[in-house]
C-alpha cells in the first residue's frame, strides 16, 4: 500500500475530526494542535459547534467507522477516567448506530440462506431492534418445523452428528443478526491506513522491536475479520453456552444453525436490562452489589478457567436478567470478539496478577523476566523497586478505591522503561479487564475488586495446576509419549555426536569443546546406557498410569531392565582422565 493512495483516507480522518472540533476536546490535553489549522479549509458549521463535546465526538467516531466505533465502546465504560458526560454519549455507540433499511436486510437474509423469508420465518420484522457497527439486529419467529435444528452445535464434542429433538408445537421467538452491507470494504480501508501507520513505526521507532506494531495490527486485524464472519460468532456463542450450561452467574442464548450463515445469524430472543441501566435495575430490585461481584468473578472463570472470555463486554453485549432478584443473572449478547491465550501465557499471566493481590513486587519482577517479556540482562532489584514505586502508592488507599486496570497500564507503562516487549496477545485480555472493570464500579462503586478477584483466581489456579490435572493431563499425553519413547536413547546419541563433531545446532566454546574430546569412550558409553535406562523408567511409569490397558507385569519388566541399564553404567571403577 502506496502513502500516495492512503492519504485521501488520512485526510478524510483529519477532516472529520476537525468538522465536529473534536481538536477542541484534544486541545484540553494539549495533543493534535495542527489540526486546527484545518479550520480555514473547512466550511464552518453553526449547528455542529453548537452540539455538546460528547455528542460531537459519537458523531465522528460513528461517521469513521467500525475501528474506531469500537474504541468509543471501550472509553464509554471508563467513566473513571473519562468526564461523564462524554461517557454517556458514547455509551449510545453500543447499541444506537444509524440502522440501515430494513428491506435491505431482508434481502441479504434471503440472499445468504437461499430462501425467501417466507419460508425461513413465520415472521420478520423490518424495523431493527438495535443497529451496531458491524450488524444490526431484527426481531423475527422461527416457524414451528424450523425448530428441530435447535441444538446449539450440529456435532458432539466427538465429530458425531446430533439427533435432530422433536419440533416444538409452536413457533420461538428468535433475533436475526444481519451483516452491515459493505462493512467489508469499511473495515479494510481502515485496516489499510492501520497498516501503514504500523509499518512507519516499525521502521522509524527506535524501540519498534519492543512495540511491535506490526504484530499489533496483525492481532487488530485478525479480531475484525473474525467479527465480519457471523458463522463464526455462532460458534463462539456455542462454546461459550456450554461453558456456561445450567450456570446460576451467566446465561447465553442458543444458536439455530439452520438459520445461520457467514453474513446471517439466528438466535434464541431473550429479554433483559442493560447491565449499565442502574435506575432500571433499581426499580427491577436487582442486587447490583452481588451482581457486580459476579461480574467480577465471571471474567476470571472465563480467563484463567475456560480459556474463552468475551472480549467486548460492554453493557450493549451484557444485559441482566430481570427475573432474577436475589440471585442475579448476566445475559450474553454478541459473540463476535472472543478471546483466548496461550498456556504460558495464562500461567504467567495468572501468577502476576496473584503476585499483584499479595504486594510480592519480587515475585512480579521475577515473573516478567522468567515470561521472556524482558531481557534477561534486566537486574531484577531494579526492576522490583521500579515495580514497588507505582503499586505501594495504591496500597495507601482503601481496596475498593483501587482501580485494578489502572495498576496494569502503570504497570506495563513502567516495564516498557525496562525493555518490556509488548505482547499484542494481551490486548483483548487488556481491553475485557477495561471493560469489567468500568461496569463493575457502575453496578456498584464501593466494589472491592482486589477481595473477590482474589480467592477465585487462587480456587481456579489450585484446581489448573493440582496434582489431579497434572494427572489427567499426563494420561491425555501418554500414548504420544511411549510412541516416541523408543527413539530417545537414539536421538541422543546423534545429538552427542553432532556436538562433539562441531556439526550441532548449538555453538560450544573452546573449553567445551576441549571437555567433550578429555571424555573417553567409556564414559560415552556410559552416558548413553543411562540415557536408555532413563528412558525406559520413563516409560515404565507411563505403562503403570495406563492401569489395566497393558497388565501388571510390562512395568515390572521395564522397570528392571532400567535398574539394570543404571547399574551397567555406574562407574564402579574410578577411570584416569
Partial sequence: MTPLRLLPRVLHVAAVLVRYRIDDLIDEQHAMRPLRWLRALLPRRRKIAMLPRG?????????????????????????????????????????????????????????????????????????????????????ARLLPASAASRHAAPYAADGTMHQPAPAPP???????????????????????????IARLVQRWHPQADKIRPRDLFDEVAKTLHNELNLQNEGANASLLRRNFENSDDLYVPQIFWSHTGEKVLTMERVHGIPADDV??????????????????????????????????AHPGNIWVDPTRTRDPRFIALDFGIMGSLPDQDQ??????????????????????????????????????????????????????????????????????????????????LQKTLLNVEGLGRQLDPDIDIWSVAQPVLKRILADRYSARHALREIRKRIPEWLRIAPLIPERIHDALEALAEGNGPLQFGERELEHLRMLGRETQRRILVATFGGALLV????????GDRYGFWPPIILAAISIASFAAAWPWKRTKE
Wanted: hydrophobic letters at 50%; aromatic letters at 8%; charged letters at 25%.
Fill in 539 to 546: 516409560g515404565a511409569g507411563l505403562v503403570f498410569a495406563l
Fill in 347 to 428: 500461567y504467567w499471566l495468572a501468577e502476576n496478577f496473584i503476585a499483584m493481590f499479595e504486594r510480592n513486587y519480587r515475585r512480579i519482577a521475577e515473573l516478567h523476566l522468567e515470561a521472556g517479556w524482558m531481557p534477561r540482562h534486566i537486574r531484577v532489584d531494579e526492576l522490583e523497586a521500579a515495580v514497588r514505586t507505582v503499586c505501594e502508592p495504591y496500597f495507601t488507599r482503601p481496596l475498593s478505591e483501587i482501580s485494578l486496570a489502572e495498576v496494569v497500564a502503570k504497570l506495563f507503562s513502567t516495564a516498557r522503561k525496562f525493555e518490556l516487549t509488548l505482547q499484542p496477545q494481551l490486548i483483548l
Fill in 55 to 139: 455528542a460531537r465526538l459519537r458523531l465522528a467516531l460513528t461517521e469513521l467507522g467500525p475501528i474506531w466505533v469500537k474504541a468509543g465502546q471501550v472509553l464509554s465504560t471508563r467513566r473513571d477516567l473519562i468526564p461523564q458526560d462524554v461517557a454517556d454519549e458514547l455509551a449510545h455507540l453500543q447499541d444506537q448506530v444509524p440502522p440501515f433499511p430494513g428491506a435491505l436486510a431482508r434481502t441479504i437474509v434471503e440472499e445468504s440462506l437461499g430462501k425467501p423469508i417466507g419460508e425461513l420465518y413465520a415472521s420478520f420484522d423490518e424495523t431493527p431492534l438495535a443497529s451496531a457497527s458491524i450488524a444490526q439486529v431484527h426481531a
Fill in 170 to 196: 409452536v413457533a420461538r421467538d428468535v433475533v436475526v443478526k444481519v451483516l452491515r452491507p459493505n462493512v467489508a470494504v469499511n473495515v479494510r480501508r481502515n485496516l489499510e491506513l492501520l497498516d501503514a
Fill in 279 to 312: 435506575v432500571a435495575l433499581d426499580k427491577a430490585g436487582i442486587d447490583r452489589r452481588r451482581l457486580a461481584e459476579k461480574g467480577v468473578r465471571l471474567f476470571y472463570e472465563q480467563v484463567f478457567r475456560d480459556n474463552f472470555f468475551h472480549a467486548d
